[in-house]
């Protein structure tokens, strides 16, 4: 018996290194759409405070993501700007569920402060510039694969300035991109999400304003963990559904998820 507990004794420490080295190997490489990055970089910030553990987070579009998880890529979570990409993903039986919305988005139309485009709620101001032949350039993401730019372009369709404004419109390969043509002065102004928009190093350089949720179908934006997922993973994934998190998120602008 006193052999066991010296045993034992002396294998506590080394049963205790070995965690903390699994640990610090077990960095899960994430997928997240572009629109939560000031949010979850402040998210993964407060999770490795608490919990010492890492994670890897790699931005892009959502769509481009989908193909790049079907191929193969290394993600062990996913969190997606529009829940039918995980949809997507669980009928190719890529994920072992459909995951949960973690947060749902809302768009802005967002011009540099120096920029003379008037900025309104139903766009008065870009027909205005459309009409007078003033609005030369306006950013949106690609509506091809990044969900912002598709709600983008429902709500030019919706206040009828699709047609028109397609001349002027530059394109951004994601959200993120299109909110850094929206207020560097490349593009008169855009429609992003209101998450960088109210994002310190937008804000500081841009005038906002929120467009209706009407005009657009809504954001549910939807996580999920993949077949690869580990423990790091995994804890991340529920630490995300957290009251801590969930008040980031509303930080930036994101409604409360409902599930």
Do not use: C
Not at 68 to 83: M, T, V, W
Not at 172 to 186: D, I, L, P, R, T
């Amino acid at each position: 018996m006193k052999f066991r507990v010296m045993l034992l004794a002396l294998l506590l420490p080394f049963l205790a290194m070995s965690k903390v080295v699994l640990a610090a190997q077990d960095v899960p490489a994430i997928a997240a759409a572009s629109s939560i990055k000031f949010a979850l970089d402040d998210i993964a910030k407060q999770f490795t405070q608490e919990t010492g553990r890492k994670v890897r987070i790699s931005y892009g579009s959502s769509g481009n993501f989908v193909a790049q998880i079907r191929n193969g890529a290394p993600f062990e979570l996913f969190l997606s700007a529009d829940e039918r990409y995980i949809t997507q993903l669980a009928k190719a039986q890529q994920t072992p569920d459909q995951g949960v919305i973690y947060a749902v988005g809302q768009l802005a139309i967002a011009a540099p402060k120096s920029s003379p485009l008037p900025l309104d709620a139903n766009l008065d101001g870009v027909k205005q510039f459309l009409d007078t032949k003033q609005l030369k350039r306006f950013a949106i993401a690609n509506p091809d694969h990044a969900p912002y730019g598709e709600r983008a372009k429902e709500v030019l369709q919706k206040l009828g300035l699709w047609q028109d404004i397609q001349p002027n419109l530059v394109f951004g390969e994601n959200v993120s991109q299109a909110a850094q043509f929206a207020v560097s002065g490349a593009t008169q102004g855009g429609l992003v999400a209101l998450s960088l928009a109210v994002a310190k190093p937008f804000k500081a350089r841009a005038n906002y304003v929120v467009i209706p949720q009407e005009y657009y179908t809504p954001l549910d934006q939807r996580m999920v963990l993949t077949l690869k997922a580990g423990e790091t993973a995994k804890h991340f994934y529920t630490y995300l559904q957290s009251d801590a998190a969930q008040a980031v998120f509303a930080d930036y602008g994101f409604a409360r998820a409902t599930n």
